[in-house]
C-alpha cells in the first residue's frame, strides 16, 4: 500500500523569498509522484508530476520537484514566491493496480505568501 | 465540454435526506473518479469507472453512497441518508487514459455539501 505524509500544515512565508513544501511517501512498488495545488473553492490543479527519468522536475509557475528515491521524498520548492501562489498544495502518488491509477494524497500544506 | 463539470456546486442537506451529485467529464474521457475531501484534509478515493464498468469501490464509505456512469460519460454519486459525517467536497476527475500517471487528471471544482 502506498501514503503520503506532508510533514507541514502551514507554511507561511515572505513575498519574494524562497519556500520549500515537504513530502514523504511509502510504497513497497515503484510509483508516479505528483504535486497538485488548490485555490480557494476551486478543484485540484496539476503544478508538476515524476513518472521516470531525471529526478529534478520542473512545473507550471516556477516551482520545481527533486525525486529522492533513497529517502522516499519528493519535496516541492520555488526560489520566489508571489502573493498569488497563496493556495493548499497535495502531494500525491500514484501506483498501478488492476491496470488503472488511482492517486492517494497527503493532508496538504496550506502556502501563506505575506507582502 | 473544455473541462470537467460538476453539479450543484453546493448543497445542503437536511439529515436523512438524499441527495445526488453530477459529473459530466470531458468528453471523450474513458476514466473517471471520484473523490472526497473532508474540511483540512486531501482528497480521498471512493470510486472508478472504466466507460461505464465501476472496476473499483473500494472507497465507498458505507452501503448508503453509490455511484453509477451508466452511459460511459456522465456520472452521478448517491448518498442516501445523508449524515453529518458526509459533509465534505465532493471532487470528479476525468481521464483520457485508464493510465491515468501518463496523462493525469482533470478535476473537477467540486460540490460542497453541508449536512445539517
Known amino acids: 500500500a502506498q501514503s503520503v505524509t506532508q510533514l507541514d500544515s502551514q507554511v507561511p512565508v515572505f513575498e519574494e523569498a524562497p519556500v520549500e513544501l515537504r513530502c514523504n511517501y511509502s510504497s513497497s512498488v515503484s510509483v508516479y509522484l505528483f504535486w497538485y495545488v488548490q485555490y480557494p473553492n476551486q478543484g485540484l490543479q496539476l503544478l508538476l508530476k515524476y513518472l521516470s527519468g531525471s529526478t529534478l522536475v520542473k512545473g507550471i509557475n516556477g516551482f520545481e520537484a527533486e525525486f529522492n528515491k533513497s529517502q522516499t521524498t519528493f519535496h516541492l520548492r520555488k526560489p520566489s514566491v508571489h502573493i498569488s501562489d497563496t493556495a493548499e498544495y497535495f502531494c500525491?502518488?500514484?501506483?498501478?493496480?488492476?491496470?488503472?491509477?488511482?492517486?492517494?494524497f497527503g493532508a496538504g500544506t496550506r502556502l501563506a505568501v505575506h507582502p | 465540454g473544455a473541462g470537467v463539470s460538476q453539479s450543484p456546486r453546493y448543497k445542503v442537506a437536511k439529515r436523512g435526506q438524499d441527495v445526488a451529485l453530477r459529473c459530466d467529464p470531458i468528453s471523450g474521457h474513458v476514466s473517471l473518479f471520484w473523490y472526497q475531501q473532508a474540511l483540512g484534509q486531501g482528497p480521498e478515493f471512493l470510486t472508478y469507472f472504466q466507460n461505464e464498468a465501476q472496476l473499483d469501490k473500494s472507497g465507498l464509505p458505507s452501503d448508503r453512497f453509490f455511484a453509477e456512469r451508466p452511459e460511459g460519460s456522465v456520472s452521478t454519486l448517491k448518498i442516501q441518508r445523508t449524515q453529518q459525517e458526509d459533509s465534505a467536497v465532493y471532487l470528479c476527475?476525468?481521464?483520457?487514459?485508464?493510465?491515468?500517471?501518463?496523462?493525469?487528471?482533470?478535476f473537477g471544482s467540486g460540490t460542497r455539501l453541508t449536512v445539517v
Open positions: 476527475a476525468s481521464s483520457p487514459q485508464t493510465r491515468t500517471g501518463v496523462v493525469g487528471y482533470t
Open positions: 500525491a502518488v500514484s501506483a498501478p493496480s488492476g491496470g488503472y491509477n488511482k492517486l492517494i
